[in-house]
């Protein structure tokens, strides 16, 4: 990724997770497809990553996707973030662009170090959640290895929607 779309990609996401709104309308409407365990996951989950998963799905709705498991996957992709703030998150993505020297200076910080480590290991965190609310194994699996896919179309499709978003 060039400097400047990187650059570009995260004054987005800040302003987007700063921002972040989930309507009571929007959360009637997830609502309506989750079961009460992945509704209860989906309340748990930071207001900046539950706008992130609704704005995922949007995404893959608008290329077409109508698969249960990858519309799942899409928007529980990151539950397993928990209650991470923002200046976390800012310091995690310069670590991965930058190297991982940033997050070992960034872990310094009170109450980065736990966060630091939440925004890495999400992926597994977020399938086990998952998995814990009824996902199915396929979707469990695509939470898992969203940064890696492992499940061809579906898989990238996941990862690039959440690139997007």
């Given at each position: 990724?060039?400097?400047?779309?990187?650059?570009?990609?995260?004054?987005?996401?800040?302003?987007?997770?700063?921002?972040?709104?989930?309507?009571?309308?929007?959360?009637?409407?997830?609502?309506?497809?989750l079961?009460?365990?992945?509704?209860?996951?989906?309340?748990?989950?930071?207001?900046?990553?539950?706008?992130?998963?609704?704005?995922?799905?949007?995404?893959?709705?608008?290329?077409?996707?109508?698969?249960?498991?990858?519309?799942?996957?899409?928007?529980?992709?990151?539950?397993?973030?928990?209650?991470?703030?923002?200046?976390?998150?800012?310091?995690?993505?310069?670590?991965?662009?930058?190297?991982?020297?940033?997050?070992?200076?960034?872990?310094?910080?009170?109450?980065?170090?736990?966060?630091?480590?939440?925004?890495?290991?999400?992926?597994?965190?977020s399938?086990?959640?998952?998995?814990?609310?009824?996902?199915?194994?396929?979707?469990?699996?695509?939470?898992?290895?969203?940064?890696?896919?492992?499940?061809?179309?579906?898989?990238?499709?996941?990862?690039?929607?959440?690139?997007?978003?």
């Open positions: 990724m060039s400097p400047t779309s990187f650059w570009g990609s995260k004054v987005r996401q800040f302003r987007a997770h700063r921002n972040a709104r989930v309507s009571q309308d929007e959360r009637a409407a997830v609502g309506t497809w079961s009460a365990e992945q509704l209860a996951l989906f309340d748990a989950m930071h207001v900046g990553d539950r706008r992130h998963g609704l704005d995922v799905v949007a995404t893959l709705r608008g290329e077409g996707a109508t698969d249960p498991d990858l519309l799942m996957a899409g928007l529980l992709h990151d539950a397993g973030k928990g209650d991470t703030g923002l200046w976390p998150r800012v310091a995690y993505s310069l670590g991965q662009e930058y190297g991982s020297w940033v997050w070992r200076v960034a872990a310094v910080v009170p109450g980065f170090g736990g966060a630091l480590g939440r925004l890495a290991d999400h992926a597994e965190a399938a086990r959640l998952g998995a814990a609310a009824g996902c199915s194994p396929r979707t469990v699996e695509l939470i898992r290895h969203q940064d890696a896919p492992r499940d061809g179309d579906a898989g990238e499709r996941l990862r690039l929607a959440d690139e997007a978003n």
